[in-house]
T-cell receptor, first 115, second 115 residues
């Protein structure tokens, strides 16, 4: 069975603080894909990153960085120098390589950045 | 690129009425997905299509729900008769079949309220 766990339901930080959102996944597949999506208060789902299971390189995009560790089945997301505009719900998701198309979402982490 | 287009953005209907949600995927994307988001269950896949053919409808909650994709540029999700527990945000998403680089592009969602 596929499962994505985001243990942090809510996180609050003050602007300019760094914050890490945790994601732990379960799958027996050897090929799979991991995603992060952002859902701002307006409600849309914004794609942030896709990572393939065979590529464990960490990725940095501006203030965002992702740490993928297969040994611990984790795909954590760090925002450096957080800003008020980062306030949103962030979802981690898993897609099985064998049946490309079905995303298994975690329950999301509500991030609030205070000025 | 206009993105995935969903209509209506908001729908309020009375219990027992038929509701039809609409989705236009990105041109050239051959896979289309319907997701539902509720507080209780989070984001869950209802059904998805590849090349207009339904592949997995195991997430459709019951016979009151039906989905069609008559052509590559249009899909509908119908609820008949609607019930208050169907109140949720319904998202449509699309992706090129067997794409290995991108994330799933979601529409802005339809917020359905059944009273």
């Amino acid at each position: 069975a596929q499962k994505v766990t985001q243990a942090q339901t809510e996180i609050s930080v003050v602007e300019k603080e760094d914050v890490t959102l945790d994601c732990v996944y379960e799958t027996r597949d050897t090929t799979y894909y991991l995603f992060w999506y952002k859902q701002p208060p307006s409600g849309e789902l914004v794609f942030l990153i896709r990572r393939n299971s065979f590529d464990e390189q960490n990725e940095i995009s501006g203030r965002y960085s992702w740490n993928f560790q297969k040994s611990t089945s984790s795909f954590n997301f760090t925002i450096t120098a957080s800003q008020v505009v980062d306030s949103a719900v962030y979802f981690c998701a898993l897609d099985r390589g064998s049946t490309l198309g079905r995303l298994y979402f975690g329950r999301g982490t509500q991030l609030t950045v205070w000025p | 690129d206009a993105g995935v287009i969903q209509s209506p953005r908001h729908e309020v209907t009375e219990m027992g009425q038929e509701v039809t949600l609409r989705c236009k995927p990105i041109s050239g994307h051959n896979s289309l997905f319907w997701y539902r988001q509720t507080m209780m269950r989070g984001l869950e896949l209802l059904i998805y299509f590849n090349n207009n053919v339904p592949i997995d409808d195991s997430g459709m909650p019951e016979d009151r729900f039906s989905a069609k994709m008559p052509n590559a540029s249009f899909s509908t999700l119908k609820i008949q008769p609607s019930e208050p527990r169907d109140s949720a945000v319904y998202f449509c998403a699309s992706i090129p079949l067997r794409d290995s680089l991108s994330g799933y592009t979601f529409g802005s969602g339809t917020r359905l309220t059944v009273v």
